[in-house]
Antibody
Framework: QVKLQQSGAELVKPGASVKLSCKTSGYTFSTSYMSWFKQIPGQSIEWIGMIYAGDGGTGYNQKFKGKATLTVDTSSSTAYMDLSSLTTEDSAVYFC??????WGQGVMVTVSS | DVVLTQTPPTLSATIGQSVSISCRSSQSLLDSDGDTYLNWLLQRPGQSPQLLIYSVSNLESGVPNRFSGSGSETDFTLKISGVEAEDLGVYYCMQATHAPLTFGSGTKLEIK
């Protein structure tokens, strides 16, 4: 069955960067899209962007351009999201999702000195 | 960006009661391809969102048929016909017609 396994919780300092991973199985990764979402606890969900694993083509929510960079490694069926220049406003749970049907378990990123 | 306004923000229901959640869009969600990409998701406490309904009224595989969706253009409704204990959580409408994808603010369903 389809599985999306995200990396563990992160505690990072302001100004630093973090790379989140989403390892997939159970479907053909190289011909699929992967989306990433942000959810501050207790709030709604925001779409960050998506990437097509076939050619690495990306589309971003304007709000997250310059903040998030999406990449894939088709050899390991893994999607990545780099978050740069982190501030406390980036503290949130981040989800990867194939379409909107299959979701990773989410990873908490805490930005704190 | 498309703004989705959900009401009510909270809902308290007894087991077996039928409830409805409204989602109103700031723009028509009818796509040029004829489809309307308005979806409903449930996020149970501490879990990832789960797709319930896609394209207004299509029940996702494995989702109980007490869930139903209706609506068009800018006004949409999710109905639960006979709430069960497992239905507690936050319900989100979400549109994928216009970029960027956007979500409503959520409706929290509590069980009395």
């Amino acid at each position: 069955q389809v599985k999306l396994q995200q990396s563990g919780a992160e505690l990072v300092k302001p100004g630093a960067s973090v790379k989140l991973s989403c390892k997939t199985s159970g479907y053909t990764f190289s011909t699929s899209y992967m989306s990433w979402f942000k959810q501050i606890p207790g709030q709604s969900i925001e779409w960050i962007g998506m990437i097509y694993a076939g050619d690495g083509g990306t589309g971003y929510n304007q709000k997250f351009k310059g903040k998030a960079t999406l990449t894939v490694d088709t050899s390991s069926s893994t999607a990545y999201m780099d978050l740069s220049s982190l501030t406390t406003e980036d503290s949130a749970v981040y989800f990867c999702a194939r379409g909107i049907k299959y979701w990773g378990q989410g990873v908490m990123v805490t930005v704190s000195s | 960006d498309v703004v989705l306004t959900q009401t009510p923000p909270t809902l308290s229901a007894t087991i077996g009661q039928s409830v409805s959640i409204s989602c109103r869009s700031s723009q028509s969600l009818l796509d040029s391809d004829g489809d309307t990409y308005l979806n409903w998701l449930l996020q149970r406490p501490g879990q990832s969102p789960q797709l319930l309904i896609y394209s207004v009224s299509n029940l996702e595989s494995g989702v109980p048929n007490r869930f139903s969706g209706s609506g068009s253009e800018t006004d949409f409704t999710l109905k639960i016909s006979g709430v069960e204990a497992e239905d507690l959580g936050v319900y989100y409408c979400m549109q994928a017609t216009h970029a960027p994808l956007t979500f409503g603010s959520g409706t929290k369903l509590e069980i009395k």
